[in-house]
């Protein structure tokens, strides 16, 4: 595992928006480049420069293929607050060569969320699988909806959100946690571990813990994000304040081998 630490937030996705970047531009084959992404507002300064990127003619979308982490059960996609607004509010509305038909959000108006879910991972499968899956976690280390608990080999399906999360989110809705859904579509913790790359981003205090646990702990179904370890390609991205829990002989380390700025 790589732990790729940086002075802040800003130049945590700076670096994250270069390494994909460089991915795109450097693929080659005849298939699309297929890019796996996330929400939340870990991710919004990776999206801005993406954007910047693409504008200035650094960076084209017509070869890649997206497909998201989530979405809320229920929530219909004009909702300011479902996923499938978030993605195209923050990306995909400013892209100036994103194909549509090559964006893929889990439908949370679906009459039949299993079969919804079973395609999804189809529709993956159909594609060669995910190339490069950018993703955040939550203070408690869970991986898309993969709250604490969920299993590691677990497939794209529906998740019961908790408590814990639906207060976390409920700021996005009126500070109301009852508004919140209470469940959600979300890829499992096995289709994100079977990417060929995972980068994740982890920022702020916050998150301290977290990292930890996703770096120096045990894997263990307590923290999602813990399966990582077992990822032979995966990639931390965070700042100088989500490394307040790591151990000195951990940071120095990973400060260390990252000396030779790389991507």
């Known amino acids: 595992m790589r732990v790729v630490i940086q002075e802040n937030y800003e130049k945590m996705c700076k670096w994250a928006a270069d390494y994909i970047a460089a991915k795109i531009n450097a693929h080659k084959e005849d298939r699309p480049f297929v890019l796996g ?8 300064g990776v999206y801005k420069e993406l954007v910047r990127k693409n504008q200035a003619g650094e960076l084209s979308f017509k070869n890649v293929v997206t497909f998201n982490m989530d979405e809320y059960l229920g929530l219909p996609r004009e909702h300011d607050q479902s996923y499938w607004y978030f993605m195209h509010d923050n990306l995909f ?3 100036t060569d994103m194909k549509p038909e090559n964006i893929n959000i889990l439908n949370g108006m679906t009459d039949d969320p299993e079969a919804e879910c079973a395609a999804y991972e189809a529709k993956i499968a159909s594609y060669g699988g995910i190339d490069l899956f950018m993703g955040g976690i939550g203070v408690d280390g869970h991986l ?3 709250e604490p608990f969920t299993s590691l080999s677990s497939r794209t399906g ?3 959100l908790t408590t814990d999360t639906r207060i976390v989110n409920s700021r996005f809705f009126g500070n109301d ?3 919140v ?4 579509l979300s890829v499992g913790i096995g289709t994100v571990t079977d990417s060929k790359e995972v980068l994740v981003l982890i920022n702020g205090h916050n998150k301290a813990r977290a990292l930890a646990a996703t770096v120096e702990g045990g894997v263990s179904q307590k923290w999602t994000c813990s399966a990582l370890q077992l990822h032979p390609a995966a990639i931390i991205a965070c700042d100088e304040a989500a490394c307040g829990e790591l151990t000195v002989d951990a940071y120095k380390y990973f400060l260390d081998i990252e000396k030779e700025e790389r991507l």
């Not at 992404?37 to 919004?44: D, E, K, V």
């Open 37 to 44: 992404l996330p929400t939340g507002s870990s991710p919004i």
């Open 93 to 95: 509305d400013h892209l």
């Open 158 to 160: 529906v998740r019961a």
């Open 144 to 146: 898309a909806f993969n």
């Open 177 to 179: 946690p009852e508004k």
């Open 181 to 184: 859904p209470a469940y959600a």
